[in-house]
């Protein structure tokens, strides 16, 4: 393993534990007012905040595994609803922000999936205020033709994301928060296909980011 694998890795690794830390922390808080609760309806409300806290950990555990982790192996195909499942969930989570679904392929690659999901994560970022996060994929020419479009009366897009998916950051300089779009580059690389971006500024009626990608099935 080089460096610079080293060093993504650990960056990958510091936005999971960045992005669970609110859920599990969350349960802890949970579990320490339940040893002293003795109410029996506020032990209720304790036990359904620790579930709903599992489960968003679960899910969100779930995410980071198909996006950053290679279960399964890369030629390992995925279920477009299983993907669709957990962007709905990522994207509802604490923001008001509606998913448009428009995948054509029943399953993808692994590296079509993990390039969408990172996308999508890169959207939700950029929606602080909530709005709409439209995700199109199809299969045509051996290809997947992905795009998402992040739209909302305000777009937080940090330019060091863009800088990565055109490869114009040195890897030294990525941090978590720009990790996730240097894997999207990297992926795309690796199966000789090619990522791009494009943002409309905030204005009267908002702003927008769209990320593409067309990746070589293989």
Not at 120 to 141: F, K, W
Not at 192 to 210: C, E, F, M, N, W
Request: proline share 4%; glycine share 10%; with cysteine.
């Amino acid at each position: 393993m080089t460096a610079d694998s080293i060093h993504l890795t650990s960056l990958i690794a510091s936005r999971l534990c960045h992005d669970l830390l609110s859920p599990v922390g969350g349960m802890a808080n949970g579990i320490e007012l339940l040893v002293d609760e003795t109410d029996p309806k506020m032990r209720e409300q304790c036990i359904d905040l620790l579930a709903q806290g599992a489960r968003r950990t679960a899910t969100r555990l779930r995410f980071f595994r198909l996006a950053f982790g290679a279960a399964g192996g890369f030629d390992s195909q995925l279920p477009a609803a299983e993907i669709e499942e957990l962007v709905k969930a990522q994207a509802a989570e604490g923001r008001d922000i509606s998913v448009e679904w428009a995948v054509s392929a029943a399953e993808l690659s692994k590296p079509a999936a993990k390039v969408l999901l990172n996308y999508a994560l890169i959207g939700i970022d950029a929606l602080p205020r909530g709005g709409t996060l439209a995700i199109a994929a199809e299969e045509r020419d051996g290809s997947y033709e992905i795009a998402v479009r992040a739209e909302g009366t305000r777009i937080a897009f940090d330019k060091d994301v863009g800088r990565s998916l055109e490869g114009e950051i040195a890897m030294n300089d990525l941090s978590a928060h720009t990790a996730p779009a240097m894997l999207v580059r990297l992926i795309a690389q690796d199966c000789g296909g090619g990522v791009q971006h494009a943002l409309t500024p905030d204005g009267a009626t908002g702003g927008a980011l769209v990320l593409g990608a067309i990746l070589p099935r293989g």
